[in-house]
């Protein structure tokens, strides 16, 4: 991965997925203000520390442990959202995404769209063998999210996620790009 620069990836005619520049900084502080996105992801940002995570988001490819794209509209570049690989093993070829979308930005497709479109390349591309995606169970929109993408369910790990109200049971899904006999 580090040998070559981070992709844009065209998502649909709406959408595209691009590396993470302080360009977005205003919009990864106001996403990080709603009260849904600090719920699942226990952060929010002022500018200095959206900064820095825009750096380590960034610093990740580099390092192949991990790697962030902001979601963007392809009329005018806007961070509406963010799909990244929270956990990475290149040697395993495993990745956890995660993903999360802007409130104006929800109920277009757009988190289901950049899940589908990153795990074809993930697969292909990367050469990556098996995807996994793993969501609260009160979380019923990220269900909706993991299965349109083609992420079907495997199960429930319990207790397994702190959010703000507690521990949370995780739904589990996962997608591999062939099924080994």
Known sequence: ?????????????RFALRPWTVEDIPALVAAYADRDI????LSSFD?????????????QWMLETGASWAIARTSDDFAIGRIGLRVMNLASGVAEISYWVAPRARG???APLATAAISTWLLGDLGLHRLEL????????????AIKAGYPPEGTM????????GWHDMHWHARVD???A
């Open 134 to 145: 793993g969501h609260s169970v009160h979380n019923p929109a990220s269900c909706r999210v």
């Open 38 to 41: 600090q719920h699942w992801n």
């Open 1 to 13: 991965m580090s040998a070559r620069p981070q992709p844009v990836l065209r998502v649909d005619d």
């Open 178 to 180: 062939h099924v080994v």
């Open 108 to 110: 277009v497709g757009a």
């Open 47 to 59: 500018e200095a520390e959206a900064a820095e995570v825009i750096v380590k988001w960034n610093n």
């Open 158 to 165: 319990k207790s397994a996620l702190l959010h703000l109200d």
